[in-house]
């Protein structure tokens, strides 16, 4: 599966931006989705991940509350919104897809190229 990620920006903190992660192929739905993050000068960290049918849900203790993931099988995209930003969330995004909702990196396979949320102060 191909992941191509978009939806980034800057955003003044207390904004909002709704990240998607669009999926080609037809085996969407049977994929965990997951979005990780990387700021600048930082390890690679996990931010949620979804189970296939989009009724499980996971979030980083960092991110609950504020962030909520789901996704459109019909349409083949996940999404990640994104309210109450902080210049903490300033990192690029990555969605990712994998066959388990475990919260580490190695179990997503593939991955999509990122984009760059910038939240200012």
């Known amino acids: 599966v191909q992941l191509q990620a978009s939806g980034g920006g800057l955003v003044q903190a207390g904004g909002s931006l709704r990240l998607s992660c669009a999926a080609s192929?037809?085996?969407?739905?049977?994929?965990?989705m997951g979005w990780f993050r990387q700021g600048p000068g930082k390890e690679r960290e996990f931010v949620a991940s979804?189970?296939?049918?989009?009724?499980?849900?996971y979030y980083a203790d960092s991110v609950k509350g504020r962030f909520t993931c789901s996704r459109d099988n019909a349409k083949n995209t996940v999404f990640l919104q994104m309210n109450s930003l902080k210049p903490e969330d300033t990192a690029t995004y990555y969605c990712?897809?994998?066959?388990?909702?475990?919260?580490?990196?190695?179990?997503?396979?593939?991955w999509g190229q990122g984009t760059l949320v910038t939240v200012s102060s």
């Open positions: 192929g037809r085996t969407f739905s049977r994929y965990v």
């Open positions: 979804i189970s296939q049918s989009g009724g499980t849900t």
């Open positions: 990712a897809a994998g066959l388990s909702m475990y919260n580490s990196a190695a179990a997503y396979g593939y």
